[in-house]
């Protein structure tokens, strides 16, 4: 299968953006269990706030806890539940920040605020905050495994692998100190479920952090050894999580699976659904690219880039005049994508369009010299202009960026044979048919747990 489109991976998957749904979660959702019950206030604009907050009415809630906070600013529940909306309405919210900051020694363990001032924080570029705060969460990071797993998923989010390795190895410490006479627990037996439960999750989680730090060999024992402990169930959120980090390590076969599998049970991530159409599009498993494009554009047909990915797999499908439609769509939301303009060149090049083709690819090459795709489709036209050291220069530029691209690599081969170079010719011949037969290897897995 070709890597011609490896570029576009960093459309999605440049750093690890894990599918955190507990920060969706609307706030308040934990306060009895964080230990700030709603107050039995007498003031009835924070009443009045709870209750519209309940309701749907976010902006209202908000509404009434500005009043409430300027007729009291010394009253922390109105500084908390203020806070609190403010960044649910908008996470990157500095005044949500610091009404947050402002109430933390008064609910040192309330998690919902713990947590959102983390996320905010690290959305923020505020990283310097983060170590005391978790210091500050230490209590509750030792007595709620499920909040002390939380965090970590919001520290390995943000790329922040360090503090998360040191907070792993704390509950893997305490993990171990619960195995009966140094024995893991057996997921099948009901009395080590729970315990079997949060081995397998902590073996997940090491496993994103390796797929973070570029460990691929080691990600995917620690997912398979996840799996021995049934983490994540086919059920669980964090299944788009393994998807993602699958994709993210080239594993597109099983990225796919793994969206299916999430999809199932969340048929309305549109996203996920967008995500799983373009690791279906670089298994080359181009009708299923095409299926699941085409529920995204008909479910929610905002979404970014969904006509261009779609685009790119009709053209595999060699259904060039819808595949031109869906480019065109794409420049029409974004006059300068690049992206779409280097494939209308290469539909131009298909249909013997010399001159248009190179027209698009000077448009395109002004917005982005360095877009590769632009310059592999360069090389297929210099080739068929019989210009030769054009496209040898052109396609080496694409294996500068792409040493992955297998169609970069056969096309480079046959450049070098007409001009006259067989050993290079041969050389990278050789290359093609290695990143070939990898890529049939790949494509070979079954479940992505398992692989």
Not at 132 to 139: F, K
Not at 339 to 360: H, I, P, T, V
């Amino acid at each position: 299968m070709s890597q011609r489109f490896a570029a576009f991976s960093s459309q999605f998957a440049a750093g690890l953006s894990l599918a955190v749904w507990f920060l969706a979660a609307p706030v308040l959702c934990g306060q009895t269990r964080a230990g700030t019950p709603v107050p039995q206030s007498e003031d009835p604009l924070i009443r009045e706030a709870l209750a519209a907050f309940q309701s749907g009415e976010l902006d209202a809630a908000i509404r009434k806890l500005r009043q409430a906070h300027e007729i009291a600013p010394a009253n922390s529940y109105a500084s908390l539940y203020l806070g609190l909306m403010l960044y649910q309405k908008n996470s990157g919210s500095l005044e949500s920040q610091r009404l947050m900051e402002s109430v933390l020694d008064k609910f040192p363990t309330n998690q919902d605020l713990l947590l959102r001032l983390l996320d905010s924080y690290l959305l923020t570029g505020k990283e310097a905050k983060v170590p005391a705060l978790l210091e500050r969460m230490r209590r509750p990071l030792e007595s709620n495994p499920r909040f002390a797993f939380t965090i970590l998923y919001v520290l390995v989010r943000y790329g922040q692998l360090d503090p998360a390795r040191r907070e792993l190895g704390r509950i893997e410490s305490r993990l171990r100190g619960q195995f009966r006479e140094g024995k893991e627990p057996d997921p099948k037996a009901p009395s080590d479920q729970a315990l079997a439960r949060e081995f397998g999750e902590a073996c997940f989680i090491k496993g994103m952090i390796a797929a973070s730090s570029d460990q691929k060999a080691e990600a995917m024992r620690l997912f398979q050894a996840a799996d021995r402990y049934e983490f994540p169930a086919r059920d669980a959120p964090q299944m788009s999580m393994l998807a993602e980090a699958l994709s993210r390590m080239e594993e597109y076969g099983l990225s796919a699976q793994a969206y299916e599998i999430y999809l199932a049970r969340f048929p309305q991530d549109h996203g996920a659904r967008l995500q799983a159409g373009i690791a279906h599009l670089y298994n080359a498993s181009f009708a299923r690219a095409r299926d699941q494009l085409k529920q995204v554009l008909e479910k929610a047909p905002a979404t970014p880039m969904v006509n261009y990915y779609l685009g790119l797999a009709l053209v595999e499908l060699r259904q060039h005049d819808e595949a031109r439609r869906h480019f065109e769509r794409e420049l029409e939301g974004n006059p300068k994508s690049y992206q779409a303009m280097a494939q209308l060149a290469n539909l131009d090049y298909l249909e013997g369009e010399n001159q248009k083709c190179q027209r698009w690819l000077e448009k395109a090459a002004g917005l982005n010299p360095a877009w590769e795709e632009t310059h592999f489709i360069y090389g297929l036209l210099y080739i068929r202009l019989r210009k030769y050291d054009l496209a040898v220069k052109s396609l080496e530029n694409v294996i500068k960026q792409a040493p992955q691209h297998i169609k970069a690599h056969y096309n480079l081969s046959i450049a070098y044979r007409r001009s006259g170079n067989e050993p290079k010719a041969k050389e990278h011949a050789d290359i093609y048919s290695r990143l070939l037969e990898a890529h049939k290897a790949r494509s070979l897995g079954d479940d992505p747990r398992r692989k």
